[in-house]
Nanobody, 118 residues
Framework: QVQLVESGGGLVQPGGSLRLSCAAS????????MGWYRQAPGKERELVAS????????NYADSVQGRFTISRDNAKNTVYLQMNSLKPEDTAVYYC???????????WGQGTQVTVSS
């Protein structure tokens, strides 16, 4: 079974950037939807960004539109989230998710902490 490992989180000042990576232990070729979610303390998990294949269409939460970019590299079995112009309200645990929308099967990563603070 495919397993996901996130990395790239950490502490960054407001206005800074981070790139999160989500590496899969196996092929992600058959997973047609991949996304990043986040959960802040006391809040529900929310979808941040998602990318679909074929075609590579993406969608973003309004709160991150224009600042975050999701991408995937099938050859490396990796999904990325480039986060720019970070704000304190972006502070959360970020989770990677991959899904086969035609079956509903999905896999979650363990999460990586992102803290935006001066």
């Amino acid at each position: 079974q495919v397993q996901l490992v996130e990395s790239g989180g950490g502490l960054v000042q407001p206005g800074g950037s981070l790139r999160l990576s989500c590496a899969a232990s196996g092929s992600i070729f058959t997973f047609n939807a991949m996304g990043w979610y986040r959960q802040a303390p006391g809040k529900e998990r929310e979808l941040v960004a998602s990318i679909f294949t074929p075609g590579g269409s993406t969608n973003y939460a309004d709160s991150v539109q224009g600042r975050f970019t999701i991408s995937r590299d099938n050859a490396k079995n990796t999904v990325y989230l480039q986060m720019n112009s970070l704000k304190p309200e972006d502070t959360a645990v970020y989770y990677c998710n991959i899904r086969r929308t035609y079956t509903g099967f999905e896999v979650w990563g363990q999460g990586t902490q992102v803290t935006v603070s001066s």
